[in-house]
């Protein structure tokens, strides 16, 4: 969101010094950019409002809201006036060096303010941020049932807010039964097999060729979700320390037996850390799978 705002700033900078049709063509995109960026400032203020408002009253919460916007609002177009007469006489290279210090210094100040919001619900950043946690300290030799994983306030400020490259074996979670088919390669038999674990667990886990992939059940609860998840995680560290596992038939058989002895200990790890499990919200691509027996 942040980063959409900067971009309409820099086009708005950039649109004075082209011609009339490339000034139309840079305004128009940039008001473009900041309807999108209204939409996720919209979404993400009300997923922030929700969470502060436990235990209070949620109307009291948008409506302090949207007190202090009105006065923060108010203040930054007496300033914006203030700064823009001074500004305005300056050359070209000192407005964009002014630019490039403000954008840096608006990044850095929300990056950080952002980092004190610690939801206490999985996202799949921070899922994948106390999976590995836990996985790492159980191959350190650390008991199971002893080990209490990072809370909420910990996360927040290991939680990645910008977009970096994707791990060399990605986890794609809600996928269609039939990319599992096609990406997996899947056999009459597995195909089988694979319905069966859907109606029995909620979900099922494949290992495609270049990426992991989650089929869920239009019934699976964020908890199953949250187990699916872990399994994938699982399988991809399995995986990447043997590499000629990838195509062997018996990685899902003992990822599986992994995943049964640590999954009671990794719950009880996530409810002594404070998360709440029933609130997980993973990243999914939108399909949910409904098997129904033929009578």
């Not at 000034?23 to 939409?39: E, W």
């Not at 390669?185 to 290992?207: F, H, S, T």
């Not at 043997?242 to 009671?264: F, G, I, N, Y």
Request: proline fraction near 2%; aromatic fraction near 10%.
């Amino acid at each position: 969101m942040h980063k959409t705002f900067n971009l309409i700033v820099f086009l708005d900078l950039t649109s004075q010094t082209g011609r009339f049709f490339s000034f139309l063509s840079l305004v128009g995109f940039g008001n473009i950019c900041k309807a999108m960026c209204g939409v996720a400032a919209g979404a993400c203020n009300g997923a922030i409002n929700v969470h502060w408002s436990k235990g209070s009253d949620i109307s009291d919460i948008n409506a302090k809201f949207g007190a202090q916007h009105t006065v923060t609002g108010s203040l930054g177009l007496i300033f914006a006036a203030i700064f823009a007469k001074y500004v305005s006489t300056m050359n070209s290279v000192s407005l964009w060096i002014l630019y490039s210090l403000l954008t840096a210094i608006h990044i850095f100040a929300n990056v950080n303010c952002l980092k004190l919001v610690s939801f206490d619900y999985l996202n799949t950043d921070r899922l994948a941020i106390v999976c590995e946690g836990f996985l790492d300290r159980i191959q350190r030799g650390e008991s199971a049932d002893k080990i209490v994983v990072d809370d909420p306030r910990s996360v927040s400020f290991q939680e990645p807010l910008f977009f970096g490259p994707r791990r060399s074996l990605p986890i794609r979670m809600g996928v269609s039964f039939d990319a599992l088919v096609r990406l997996c390669k899947m056999d009459k038999d597995a195909i089988q097999q694979a319905a069966q674990d859907i109606e029995d667990d909620n979900y099922v886990v494949g290992l495609g060729e270049d990426s992991i992939v989650i089929v869920v059940s239009d019934s699976a609860h964020p908890a199953d979700r949250a187990r699916a998840y872990f399994y994938a995680v699982v399988l991809r560290k399995v995986v990447q320390m043997d590499r000629s596992l990838r195509k062997a038939s018996v990685v899902h058989d003992a990822v599986e037996d992994v995943v049964q002895r640590l999954w009671p200990h990794f719950e009880r790890s996530l409810d002594r850390a404070n998360w709440d499990l029933n609130k997980t919200e993973l990243a999914s691509e939108g399909y949910e799978v409904s098997i129904s027996t033929a009578q």
